[in-house]
């Protein structure tokens, strides 16, 4: 079946106000003071995350879906896949939807709206309740939209769409729920992101001033006054990655430009920093302020107390500064800080590439495995050349990355956001003497101790007659893109591979490594934090 690409735009402002009913902040008293803040008089309209649902099919179910599917829903799907066929497409909907190689599911999943610059997100997919549908294992979920919870059959715009492969995971020590699974990385936000702030009265004047300030410290056009009262920030390019700090950095900016009252709000913002470090709200508001507060942060690097030093050094860096880049690396190369990775990720974030990915390589020796995981992370947001990245060329996409530095030998994988396998100190070889089967008997890999290849063996469970067979090397990444690639199509002299899903690889890879087929350690990622939504 072809999907089209539809592309949906929103203001996401408009949405927000619907969230938050647009109650507004009555602080126009407040402007008169020459010290008040954007925050203290106005309501910023931004939440942190935003709970999103919908419906879909999941096909490739091989006889495990179900035909059962509400009216309600069957009529709302019909109309969709409809709108998504191209006119070269004829199928009957009634027999897909009928169909038990296909499922009706429950969509759930979070947007993360703040912590994130993100477009991409997981879901949850749960089979409808009251179908008979016994597994979505392997199953591929057909590109499907996501509303604001609650609002299925309200017209209510489209906040975000999502399809892709179904992840179960099969390495956890729980049971598995075969009615339940994951679309890893698969959600894409459609909302344009802008955040809103809503003074407590319609004062042209204020909302001019405070559009004209914004302007003046975050770059022009970065603010528009939509209305009296109501004024749209975009967000800089610079803080992509970090909005809820924008935001925080917005309320922190002082209303008006006072150059006579520097000192003294620079005075009290270092105060801050220096006896509550734990908090964020000194270093944001001299971050706020802009680089006249460099030179009085400069003498608090030389303070005894390393996250003082940590936090002066980054804003230093934040505000275009150098200075403290060597407090910087000295966290972060510091075994016994607690801070080194926040003082990696700030280097990462605005200081110059060679510095981050120089440090993040030094990390990657380090003795603890969290570390060195976020050393690599770094570097991949660098996109360093440490890193060699290949995709599976496989309907369920995931990546395969290497890093080839010395150390010890261990295999990453993810259960979140993008799905990939992480080799460190690759190359990793297969042991010989070694046959491996999956738990459900449909997967063989077989290292023959007098040879040097792996032969990998693969029932497919659509076709039980059907046996596919590839040799490839004994190095892992061979391994991994024989099992996974997608196989031939007819007529075609490539030799690809098996088609296993991503789910099933990385149980096959933690059996290797538990079973010493391999020698390296295995490490997976967290499982998607879906399940903080509110059933209805």
């Given at each position: 079946m072809t999907m089209k690409k539809n592309a949906f735009t929103i203001i996401f402002l408009c949405f927000i106000c619907f969230l938050a009913g647009c109650k507004s902040a009555d602080g126009n008293s407040s402007l008169k003071n020459p010290d008040v803040t954007i925050g203290s008089v106005v309501q910023i309209i931004s939440p942190k995350s935003v709970q999103v649902e919908g419906v879909g099919l999941v096909g490739g179910l091989n006889g495990k879906g179900s035909s059962e599917c509400p009216p309600e829903i069957r009529q709302y799907l019909s109309q969709f896949i409809l709108s998504e066929l191209s006119s070269e497409d004829k199928i009957s909907i009634d027999n897909l939807i009928n169909s038990l190689n296909t499922a009706?599911?429950?969509?759930?999943?979070?947007?993360?709206?703040?912590?994130?610059g993100n477009s991409y997100f997981d879901s949850k997919v749960t089979a409808y309740r009251g179908t008979q549908t016994?597994?979505?294992?392997?199953?591929?979920?057909?590109?499907?939209?996501?509303?604001i919870v609650g609002?299925?059959?309200?017209?209510t715009e489209i906040l975000a769409d999502v399809e892709g492969p179904v992840f179960t995971d099969h390495i956890s020590e729980s049971p598995i729920d075969k009615r339940t699974g994951y679309i890893l990385g698969g959600g894409n936000i459609k909302a344009k992101y802008i955040i809103g702030l809503v003074l407590g009265k319609n004062d042209f004047e204020a909302t001019n001033n405070i559009r004209n300030r914004l302007n003046f410290r975050f770059g022009d056009n970065i603010a528009r006054a939509a209305r009296a009262g109501m004024i749209e920030v975009a967000l800089p390019a610079k803080y992509r990655e970090q909005r809820g700090k924008f935001i925080e950095l917005l309320k922190a900016t002082y209303v008006y430009d006072v150059p006579?009252?520097?000192?003294?709000?620079?005075?009290?913002?270092?105060?801050?920093?220096?006896?509550n470090p734990e908090s964020d709200e000194g270093e944001i508001a001299l971050e706020a302020m802009g680089n006249q507060c460099l030179s009085q942060l400069y003498s608090v690097l030389k303070s005894p107390d390393e996250h003082?030093?940590?936090?002066?050094?980054r804003c230093m860096l934040n505000l275009r500064s150098d200075e403290g880049m060597n407090v910087l690396k000295e966290?972060?190369?510091?075994?016994?800080s607690p801070y080194r990775v926040e003082a990696l990720r700030a280097v990462t974030e605005s200081g110059r590439s060679l510095d981050a990915s120089t440090l993040a390589l030094e990390l990657l020796k380090d003795e603890s495995f969290n570390i060195r995981l976020a050393a690599y992370e770094q570097l991949r947001k660098l996109r360093d050349i440490s890193i060699a990245v290949r995709p599976t060329e496989s309907a369920s996409v995931f990546f395969v990355e290497k890093l080839t530095q010395a150390g010890r030998k261990e295999i990453y994988v993810s259960r979140s956001g993008q799905p990939k396998v992480v080799l460190f100190g690759s190359p990793i070889y297969c042991n010989k003497g070694?046959?491996?089967?999956?738990?459900?008997?449909?997967?063989t890999i077989t290292a023959p101790i007098d040879q040097d290849y792996v032969t990998v063996t693969r029932k497919y469970p659509n076709r039980p007659d059907l046996t596919g067979q590839i040799r490839c090397t004994n190095e892992i990444d061979s391994i991994i893109h024989a099992l996974c690639d997608d196989p031939p199509e007819k007529g075609q002299r490539t030799r690809g591979g098996l088609g296993v899903s991503y789910s099933d690889l990385i149980a096959l890879l933690k059996q290797m490594c538990d079973k010493g087929a391999i020698?390296?350690?295995?490490?997976?990622?967290?499982?998607?934090k879906i399940d903080l939504i509110v059933k209805k």
């Open positions: 009706v599911v429950l969509i759930e999943g979070i947007l993360p709206v703040e912590d994130s016994v597994s979505l294992e392997n199953g591929w979920l057909y590109r499907s939209e996501l509303k609002s299925f059959g309200i017209n006579q009252n520097d000192q003294e709000r620079i005075t009290k913002h270092i105060k801050q920093l220096i006896e003082v030093r940590l936090r002066a050094a966290i972060v190369l510091n075994k016994l070694f046959t491996i089967q999956s738990k459900n008997g449909e997967v020698n390296a350690e295995f490490h997976a990622g967290t499982m998607p």
